[in-house]
């Protein structure tokens, strides 16, 4: 008797699957067949000895299965946690000054000029493309204060398939570049109008996110009307990126007790919140994170380009925050979360350095931040992160195999870990990624 699946299978998969799981940071399945219906959910992951009984009860023919070959796998779709698509332009360039000035020599003049859509609908095309070509199929965004602009950037993620949560940015306080700000009920009223026509269009993995830049340039009055918007969507925000900024936060909020404390009380701390860099976090302001089941965007290029400081992921941790990796472009010079890998490696080595009692993290764990952990911080987990039955099969088909390259000449076992350290994300030269969407 054959056993119909409710959608049906549309391709299955028989080869190596490489991936997190709940008990294990890598799980390496060798020899494995996986399952996709037709709306791209995984029906089932099987070991190959499976595949007669497998195809008879699912009802596929062993004849379509497509077998990867040597050199090749699958693992998940990576994740970036923090990516400003707005300030790709200047990628690689202007990593001379501090936070703050940084802001406000290069980021804010960029930033303003998406006013114009022809210029915004030409760089977030390139960043979409470019973010999907290394890897990440699902990116967390901040576009700019402009509504039209950022609603285009939720079209172009749906239209070249890559999953996105997209923020407007919101921000009322702007001394040194005055012309890059909206009024408070500005503000507000266009947050309003960009959820609504985002959730109009309906796409199916597009979503908005309530933006606040951060709370330097957030009034109170908008920090809070924000967060009555943003009570039951997702939220994103920067925190303690940089000492200047710990400090200035504690002058302009006088009432509240830490950085943390300042969006706690405007009701944007929730379990749908991720917040940048939190480098600076006490034990105290962890302790309210996991609390309120908010999450932390590591994003340890931009924290070293920047001079911001380093996140000891370790702690965050012992705290059990919820962690995912972002590139934080253009403060991160790359916007690949294979970069961001090593970096998070690189910057765990240096506080071991520092601090011989801290392990540095390890390339498994780091697979883990890059793939399930960012799918966590986002609240994603039930549909994306790892090959779990029911998860949309949302994948990356790596091959390392490609003559001359040098990652064709090791074991199986260590393939993933050359992958990480050394896969060639910016051009692609020797590894191929294919995004296999359902
Ligand atoms: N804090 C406020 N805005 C920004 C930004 O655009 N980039 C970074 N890295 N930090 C910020
Ligand atoms: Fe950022």
């Known amino acids: 008797c054959r056993h119909d ?13 490489v991936h997190s799981t709940r008990d294990a940071a890598l799980e390496i399945l060798n020899d494995f067949v996986l399952g996709v219906d037709k709306s791209g959910k995984i029906t089932f992951i099987e070991e190959g000895k499976n595949v007669d009984r497998l195809a008879q009860e699912q009802g596929f023919n062993t004849a379509d299965v497509e077998n990867l070959g040597p050199g090749e796998f699958f693992m998940p779709g990576m994740v970036d946690t923090h990516i400003h698509a707005s300030q790709y332009t200047y990628m690689g360039t202007a990593l001379d000054l501090p936070l703050l000035q940084w802001l406000n020599t290069y980021t ?3 930033e303003s000029r998406y006013r114009d859509l022809k210029f915004a609908r030409d760089v977030y095309t390139k960043v979409v493309k470019r973010t999907l070509r290394n890897g ?3 990116a967390c965004y901040f576009a700019t204060i402009h509504t039209d602009a950022s609603l285009l950037l939720g079209q172009i993620a749906d239209d070249l398939g890559q999953r996105a949560l997209v923020g407007k940015v919101c921000m009322d306080i702007n001394p040194m570049v005055p012309q890059y700000k909206e009024l408070l009920d500005e503000s507000k009223d266009e947050t309003l109008r960009f959820i609504r026509e985002l959730l109009q269009k309906k796409y199916p993995r597009v979503k908005p996110v309530v933006t606040p830049r951060f ?3 957030c009034s109170s009055s908008l920090l809070d009307a924000l967060g009555e918007i943003a009570r039951t ?3 994103q925000s920067h925190i303690s990126e940089n000492k200047e900024e710990v400090e200035l936060v504690k002058q302009l909020f006088p009432d509240c007790l830490s950085y943390t404390d300042v969006y706690l009380k405007h009701g944007l701390l929730t379990d749908k919140t991720v917040m940048a860099h939190g480098c600076h976090l006490t034990d105290e302001e962890l302790k309210i994170f996991h609390k309120n089941g908010a999450s932390i965007s590591h994003c340890p290029s931009s924290n070293i380009s920047l001079m911001s400081g380093i996140l000891n992921v370790r702690n965050v941790q012992k705290h059990k925050v919820k962690l995912g990796l972002g590139t934080d472009v253009a403060g991160g010079y790359s ?3 294979l970069d961001a890998v090593r970096r998070a490696i690189d910057t765990s080595k240096v506080l071991t350095i520092e601090h011989p009692q801290l392990r540095p993290l390890t390339f498994e764990e780091v697979f883990w931040l890059a793939t399930l952990g960012g799918s966590e911080a986002l609240s994603l987990d039930d549909r994306i992160g790892n090959f779990e039955v029911g998860k949309d099969f949302d994948a990356l088909r790596v091959n390392v195999s490609v003559p001359g390259g040098p990652l064709d000449v090791f074991p199986e076992d260590v393939i993933v870990e050359k992958f990480l350290n050394l896969g060639k994300t910016p051009w692609l030269s020797f590894i191929s990624l294919f995004l296999q969407y359902g």
Do not use: E
């Open 5 to 17: 699946t409710a959608a049906g299978i549309a391709r299955v998969y028989r080869g190596s699957f």
């Open 108 to 110: 804010f003049p960029v």
């Open 136 to 138: 990440t199929t699902t």
């Open 215 to 217: 709370a330097v340039s």
């Open 233 to 235: 969507l997702y939220f």
């Open 335 to 337: 916007a690949s979360i």
